[in-house]
């Protein structure tokens, strides 16, 4: 009875209460699946379960990545995803052949951007980074044929039963950094390396009962 006044008093209304019933249901069941424990927020959890441990093959992607990690160090990987569309818009579509390009007076710019990490080493090293890249690209036909070396071209599967088990640097990781230094990249630490060859696929760092684990087992580098 009072369910049926309900209903009869809020008209119109009532459509889209049960419309927002079943938003809720979605969303709860996509809050159900089992997900690595540093996936919680808005932001990171859509990264998580479409982009983090894909393999890249990309050119401008593998530069985005370079990018970004070397603009994490220091910060919360949250902080970059909520800054990443305007990274895009402000650094050419993550464009390494026109970032490579960039002077003082575009530097000045980027300085004065609320929308990027402000610090002049990262913006520098960007700049840098991308000069570098292109000499990966002359000399190896593309960075990603360069960097899938570092893990014999497929990805590495581990198995981590808690994210407590997952390691911050690793001996590929180690050969990695030391080659991109040698080629004259910055902020390219053994460290960012690792998060970099997460974030790309080059290892696979879902912990078993993640979801995606299973869905990215069997992934290799494509031809």
Request: proline share 4%; glycine share 8%; net charge positive.
């Amino acid at each position: 009875m009072f369910g049926a006044l309900l209903a009869i008093r809020m008209g119109r209304r009532y459509l889209p209460c049960a419309l927002r019933e079943n938003e809720q249901m979605k969303k709860s069941s996509e809050t159900d699946l089992v997900r690595c424990p540093w996936a919680q927020s808005g932001l990171n959890i859509p990264y998580h379960d479409e982009e983090w441990g894909v393999p890249v093959h990309d050119e401008k992607k593998w530069f985005e990545f370079l990018i970004l990690e070397g603009a994490q160090a220091g910060l919360s990987w949250d902080t970059i995803l909520r800054k990443r569309a305007r990274y895009r818009e402000v650094f050419d579509g993550f464009d390494p052949g026109k970032v490579g390009r960039y002077d003082k007076t575009k530097v000045r710019e980027l300085l004065r951007d609320a929308g990027i990490i402000r610090n002049k080493l990262k913006i520098d090293a960007a700049i840098g980074n991308a000069r570098a890249f292109l000499k990966v690209q002359e000399e190896f036909g593309s960075f990603d044929g360069y960097v899938w070396r570092f893990v014999d071209g497929r990805p590495r599967q581990n198995a981590w039963k808690t994210h407590k088990q997952v390691p911050a640097k690793t001996p590929q990781s180690d050969a990695l950094s030391k080659d991109l230094q040698k080629r004259g990249f910055r902020f390219v630490g053994s460290t960012i390396c690792y998060a970099l060859m997460q974030a790309t696929g080059m290892v696979n760092d879902h912990v078993i009962n993640c979801f995606r684990y299973n869905a990215l087992s069997g992934r290799r580098l494509a031809s």
